[in-house]
């Protein structure tokens, strides 16, 4: 593979637990990545209502789950309430984007749709298709805190009942990134990686406006949603996966700077 991001200085600011597998497709091109973790993701304590919809699945049509996080959390509850990813086998599981699916998969749960676009018209017709009508079938999705509801609204529109259970919040890190700070206002870095409205934000925050909306690098973004958030905060040369995957997002980088 052709090191079409050598010597780039590409700052990487998701989750430390999740940042190992777009580190490693950076590198792979050639690039030198500072790792700058601006969020990590807190479990909700009170997970009453996710424990009563686990032990009575079969109540419901399908199961959404949006992220890796709320696979993460999700399983990490099955595992402590004693119960076991068998009871996912009366229901069906769609999962947005590849690496969701990736860790249902890795937990025992094939899930039965993966949406070709990570969006919610997307979803719904995908479910749509698999029983021809969304009329009437509940819909669990465990999701995080401060999730957007056009999922839930869309499928709403297409007649299905929705549960929505907070599992996890997205939390700002604060860190010290004044010396990013500065290498960014010195032209030091050439692009920045974004996989999520909240890492756009707290990015924001944590190296002040001057540096995020002055600085001349590149506003890599996973998706059309934290695209948005980025042009909304003030990020200049804005790009976005295609694929909305974390290759899609080096791809997006390789074609940027190739």
């Not at 990490?76 to 086998?89: E, H, I, K, M, Y």
């Not at 709403?156 to 860190?175: D, N």
Request: net charge neutral.
């Amino acid at each position: 593979m052709a090191a079409t991001l050598q010597g780039r200085r590409i700052v990487v600011t998701r989750t430390r637990e999740q940042a190992g597998d777009l580190v490693r497709a950076l590198e792979d091109r050639g690039a030198v990545t500072v790792i700058a973790p601006v969020i990590r993701i807190q479990p909700l304590e009170n997970l009453g209502a996710l424990r009563a919809a686990l032990t009575g699945l079969s109540a419901y049509r399908w199961v959404v789950f949006t992220s890796q996080n709320a696979v993460q959390i999700v399983f990490d509850r099955l595992v402590a309430w004693g119960l076991t990813p068998r009871v996912f086998r009366s229901t069906a599981v769609a999962a947005i984007g590849t690496a969701t699916a990736d860790a249902l998969t890795l937990r025992g749960v094939v899930p039965a749709l993966v949406p070709e676009e990570f969006v919610a018209e997307s979803l719904a017709e995908g479910l749509i298709r698999h029983h021809g009508t969304l009329a009437g079938a509940r819909v669990l999705i465990p999701s995080a805190e401060d999730g957007r509801e056009v999922l839930g609204t869309t499928l709403r529109q297409h007649g299905a009942e929705i549960e929505t259970i907070a599992v996890y919040r997205t939390v700002p890190v604060r860190s010290d990134l004044s010396a990013l700070a500065a290498e960014i206002r010195g032209g030091g870095i050439d692009a920045i990686t974004f996989t999520s409205s909240s890492t756009v934000r707290s990015f924001v925050d944590l190296v002040g406006p001057a540096a995020a909306t002055g600085g001349r690098f590149v506003a890599a973004t996973i998706g059309p949603v934290t695209a948005e958030t980025a042009r909304e905060l003030g990020l200049r040369d804005i790009i976005e996966a295609e694929p909305h995957t974390v290759q899609g997002l080096v791809d997006a980088l390789a074609r940027r700077f190739g």
